[in-house]
């Protein structure tokens, strides 16, 4: 069951929307799409929740290697904590993943996987592969982290 363009619509932020420390930090408001409204609205569990709240914050905390290997963390976790979440549909998880992590990339591959619950990298089944996105994940926080060190 996707989001409709009702429900997408619903996560933009009305355009009044200030960015404030507690209510609305500005490295989950960078996008249109806040990262708890997403979250909230595909019915996510906890470890999936916090893989997309650190994917939506990664490049814009300063914490981006940090981010991504908490990512990785929560993926792996998935696989014994059996949380079940609503599925958005893939025109929907392709406009999240792009507003926050552009188009293309591991960050985008992993946050439309989690919001499809498709297998990573298009393995051809519907099962969530956690070791492959959590692998791609840290590889990808290594290579922050040694852009940050320069």
Partial sequence: MGADADT????????ALVADPINHPTHYTASPYEAI???ESVGSGYCRGNALKY?????????EAADLRKA???VRRLVTSREDFSVM???????????WAGDGGVR?????????????????TDDFSADALAA???AEAE?????ADK
């Fill in 8 to 15: 997408l619509n619903q996560w933009t932020p009305a355009p």
């Fill in 37 to 39: 409204t997403v979250i």
């Fill in 55 to 63: 994917l939506c914050r990664a490049p814009h905390k300063g914490t």
């Fill in 72 to 74: 990785a963390w929560y």
């Fill in 89 to 99: 549909g893939r025109t929907e998880a392709k406009a999240v993943a792009t507003s």
């Fill in 108 to 124: 985008h591959d992993a946050i439309r996987c989690l919001l499809t619950n498709r297998n990573y990298l298009g393995a051809g």
């Fill in 136 to 138: 791609a994940l840290e």
């Fill in 143 to 147: 290579r922050a982290a040694k852009g």
